[in-house]
């Protein structure tokens, strides 16, 4: 299937040929209208005249047989008193009469009482009138040698037998002598027909203005006498169309009343449909006229168009290429200046937008700068993070920072700041530093947490950000561990020797919320050879696939339980193949954070009071 791929074809293939076709449609069904008008018109005209003409001839038929009916019904004393001499008188008086047969019956008799009985008997009522003659249908016989029309009519008795014949002859050219005097009589081809389709006068061409006699049979001349000749065979008027279109010729016929012919008319199609044909050329011409001002106009109209198009889709393919161009000149004000208009501020947003990326890749490198670089082991102790974000940044932070008062010890701090993008990762970097520089300084967790809380109100309070952290202290020289949760999602504990996980909870209010409250810490001591903990941001837990399906802390911990003897990055790289898998097609929502620590101790605290003791299968509270 052809499929325009240019403006300019489709221009053609939308606008002007449906423009031509339409045109051309409404031309032809004009056309057809119009000529079946001035068909119509023709026709209504033609057989008003044919009509005309077959109502004198009947008229002229019609006398002759008014007073042959008065013969109808006559009686024995009726032929005694000549009345039927006084009726031949009649007849010979009438114009165009020229000659009169007539043979009578010579006596009646008993064949008269016959017949009177025969009346009798036929009605109760009907008394003896002496009726003893009745009339047949006259009929009707051209001689075309002799030039004139055979009126003939028979006398039967009431048993239908012939017992008299009056035979009339008419003029037939004085018959039909007004008829070819017509004006369509000598403009056309005429034809009087007989109920055999013989021809009993016609037109011979449109120069000699006669009427002349013929012995051929209509109908074999062409196509169009043929479909006539059945039609008066059925019907009696009506107009009948030769090939083509317009036709070569129609005809129009009309039968006769009082004598079995009919009267046809043949005219050349080009003279009645004359004006249809000069509408057509006129049509044509005005159409194709039409059509090439049309078509030099859109090639006008679209010629600018398809330039400006053009500049814009070379633009464009440069801006693809990641070269901007300068601003298109706007000098109209229709579609097409919007349309550059448009293309101008899109390249300038594009513009920005591209250095605001730039902008965007260099903050993710420098945050990705201020997450550790490297995992953490010293002293049993191995720490292992990853954040991945949905955005070029992101607001998830995670942190092994060394004390360098207390050697040895080793802070951990999981943060989720509020929202995502720009905004987050710089609330993170401001809470990375005021977190690092308060850890170096003397103190307890919750007092670094509070101090740590209450500098970051001083930027948050105005506009109503926060930041969840999960704050962690491990002290390897007594085996002990110390948390703070401010809002964040608890840390879990697992000891593979029990096959145990445990939360560490804890209450809390997220930093950035309240610069008055005051945080307590919570601590444990370490029972077992092996522990393993895991602090994650909710990005992992809340994780959904295309099904809307949680991955949840369930599935975390059956990864831990399976790779417990794992190094933290590893088990770390198995559970994001998992998060991966789990989520397919899906689209990351959130930021994925996720701390893995491994505790291994050589010796175990034997002196742990009941409050600060991690049970094996319940979670710490404060």
């Known amino acids: 299937m052809y499929e325009p791929k240019t403006l300019h074809q489709r221009t ?6 449906p423009i ?10 004009g056309f057809i209208a119009v000529r079946n008008v001035l068909v119509d018109q023709w026709g209504e005209t033609a057989l008003a005249q044919l009509e005309k003409a077959a109502h004198n001839i009947d008229m002229q038929l019609n006398r002759p047989k008014q007073l042959l009916s008065f013969l109808d019904g006559m009686s024995k004393r009726d032929l005694e008193t000549g009345i039927h001499e006084i009726i031949v008188d009649r007849l010979h008086q009438i114009q165009g009469v020229t000659e009169i047969n007539a043979e009578w019956p010579n006596e009646m008799g008993s064949q008269g009482l016959r017949m009177r009985r025969h009346i009798l008997h036929r009605s109760k009522n ?4 002496g009726k003893v003659l009745g009339v047949t249908p ?27 014949k009056i035979e009339l002859y008419l003029d037939f050219e004085q018959l039909i002598a007004q008829t070819i005097q017509s004006k369509w009589w000598n403009i056309y081809k005429a034809y009087i027909v007989d109920q055999d389709g013989h021809i009993l006068a016609q037109t011979i061409n449109n120069k000699e203005q006669t009427a ?31 090939k083509g279109i317009p036709p070569t010729e129609i005809s129009g016929f009309y039968r006769l009343h009082q004598a079995p012919w009919t009267m046809v008319i043949i005219a050349p199609g080009k003279k009645v449909l004359q004006p249809l044909i000069k509408f057509r050329l006129a049509y044509i011409i005005t159409a194709l006229s039409c059509i090439t001002v049309l078509l030099w106009f859109i090639r006008s109209s679209f010629k600018q168009t398809t330039q400006s198009i053009k500049q814009v889709s070379t633009a464009a393919d440069e801006l693809a290429n990641g070269n901007f161009s300068k601003p298109f000149k706007v000098s109209t004000k229709d579609e097409v ?7 101008n501020r899109m390249t300038s947003q594009l513009q920005r937008g591209l250095q605001l990326h730039k902008a965007m890749e260099i903050a993710k490198e420098v945050q990705m700068t201020l997450l550790p670089q490297n995992d953490y082991s010293d002293k049993g102790i191995t720490a292992s993070g990853v954040s991945i974000y949905c955005d070029e940044t992101g607001g998830d932070y995670f942190d092994f920072i060394e004390s360098e008062t207390h050697p040895g010890k080793l802070h951990v701090a999981v943060g989720d700041v509020v929202g995502h993008g720009i905004g987050a990762a710089l609330l993170m970097a401001t809470l990375r530093a005021l977190l690092r520089v308060r850890v170096q300084k003397p103190g307890l967790a919750a007092e670094r947490i509070n101090d740590v809380n209450r500098y970051l109100c001083w930027d948050t309070l105005q506009y109503g950000n926060f930041a969840s952290l999960f704050y962690l202290e491990i002290e390897p020289n007594n085996n002990t561990v110390e948390w703070i949760r401010a809002g964040h999602e608890p840390a879990l504990l697992f000891t593979p020797a029990n096959d145990t996980f445990t939360e560490l909870l804890g209450k809390g209010l997220v930093l950035g919320l309240d610069a008055d409250i005051q945080y307590k810490g919570n601590t444990f001591h370490l029972t077992h050879s092996k522990h393993i903990l895991i602090i994650g941001s909710d990005g992992v837990w809340d994780l959904e696939n295309e099904q809307l399906e949680r991955f949840g802390k369930e599935r975390v911990k059956e990864i831990i339980r399976n790779n417990h003897h794992a190094q933290p990055a590893q088990i770390i790289q198995k559970i994001i193949e998992e998060v991966t898998v789990f989520r397919g097609d899906a689209e990351q929502m959130d930021d994925i954070t996720l701390v893995v620590i491994s505790l291994e101790q050589n010796s175990l605290a034997n002196n742990l009071s009941s409050s600060s003791t991690l049970s094996s299968s319940k979670s710490i509270k404060t």
Do not use: C, R, W
């Open 12 to 17: 053609v293939v939308f606008i002007i040929l």
């Open 20 to 29: 031509f076709l339409f045109l051309t449609l409404t031309g032809v069904f």
């Open 126 to 129: 009907e008394k003896n009138t």
């Open 138 to 164: 006259p009929l009707y016989e051209v001689a075309v040698e002799q030039n004139n029309v055979l009126l003939s009519t028979s006398l039967v008795n009431m048993e239908d037998e012939i017992i008299g």
């Open 212 to 242: 002349q006699h013929s012995t051929k049979q209509f109908g074999q001349s062409n196509a169009l006498e043929k479909k006539t000749l059945a039609a008066l065979s059925t019907d009696e008027s009506g107009i009948v169309f030769g």
């Open 337 to 343: 200046g919007d349309l550059l208009h448009s293309f």
